[in-house]
């Protein structure tokens, strides 16, 4: 089982008490990927700090071993993890045909995770758990302030 944590020092108050958040399962191989991504764009000036592993190591479970080892636990959630990247942090590989016409990435923006949480709020029945430290938008829906250019929808849909 892949168990990824990180620290992430976004409130002052983390900076006396800071939190580690622990990612177990499928999702854990999806921010692997994220930082895989990020990594291989900027990583190459923290070469010296990489810890060694042998190929042998076996640090992972295939996505199928993941999924079956959490299928029968009653206790489960079903929850998803969205991370974002941008130019400035990760190569993009070339838009499909699918990808464009979805309209998922403009301008160099991937709002891949606007669409995913829209999608989401929509389809919630009974409750949603978003947390996101970008919630400023909807700009275009406050009278004084449309051309400010805050034009996040997930606002908005909450």
């Known amino acids: 089982m892949l168990t990824y944590s990180i620290f992430t020092p976004y409130n002052p108050a983390h900076r006396t008490n800071p939190p580690t958040h622990t990612v177990e399962g499928p999702g854990a191989l999806d921010l ?6 990020r ?7 923290y070469l010296n700090m ?7 190591d076996n640090l992972m479970l295939t996505r199928e071993e993941e ?11 079903s929850t998803q993890l969205f991370r974002s990247i941008d130019g400035h942090s990760s190569d993009f590989p070339a838009l499909s045909k699918r990808e464009k016409a979805a309209a998922l990435v403009k301008n160099h923006v991937d709002k891949s995770i606007q669409t995913a949480m829209v999608h989401h709020i929509r389809r919630a029945k ?16 406050w009278e004084a302030h449309k051309k400010t250019g ?9």
């Open 67 to 77: 999924s079956d080892f959490y299928k029968e636990d009653p206790e489960r959630w």
């Open 32 to 37: 692997l990927q994220n930082f895989l991504d």
């Open 126 to 141: 009974k409750f949603i758990y978003i947390e996101n430290q970008y919630f400023i938008g909807s700009s275009l829906n």
């Open 150 to 158: 805050a034009i996040n929808l997930v606002p908005l849909e909450v």
């Open 39 to 45: 990594w291989n764009k900027q990583g190459h000036k």
């Open 50 to 56: 990489l810890r060694s592993f042998v190929d042998g």
